[in-house]
């Protein structure tokens, strides 16, 4: 069973940093498209970042220049840099790894951005 485990949320100041980590088991993780999504209270589940399993990239506009999302397959993990943060990045933080039409979340963590 797959299971998905993210962590390093948190609150943080206006213009501050934070990395969110990803540790994923049950699963071929190397072969896994790995994603992160977020839902800020009272809208919709949002993509953030994704990454194949060949390293290839894609960001939503809103986060392109200050987040750089990456893993490490010998560590069955996915991780999030976040810079330069805004109060409006504040949401609920969702690790998704995908393989065909299979896929699987996390429990999420908070990022709260907030002076």
């Known amino acids: 069973q797959v299971q998905l485990v993210e962590s390093g949320g948190g609150l943080v100041q206006p213009g501050g940093s934070l990395r969110l980590s990803c540790a994923a088991s049950?699963?071929?993780?190397?072969?896994?498209?790995m994603g992160w999504y977020r839902q800020a209270p009272g809208k919709e589940r949002e993509l953030v970042a994704t990454?194949?399993?060949?390293?290839?990239?894609n960001y939503a506009d809103s986060v392109k220049g200050r987040f750089t999302i990456s893993r490490d397959n010998a560590k069955n993990t996915v991780y999030l840099q976040m810079n330069s943060l805004k109060p409006e990045d504040t949401a609920v933080y969702y690790c998704?790894?995908?393989?065909?039409?299979?896929?699987?979340w996390g429990q999420g963590t908070q990022v709260t951005v907030s002076s």
């Open positions: 998704k790894s995908t393989r065909g039409l299979l896929g699987f």
């Open positions: 049950g699963t071929i993780f190397s072969i896994d498209a």
């Open positions: 990454i194949t399993s060949g390293g290839s990239t």
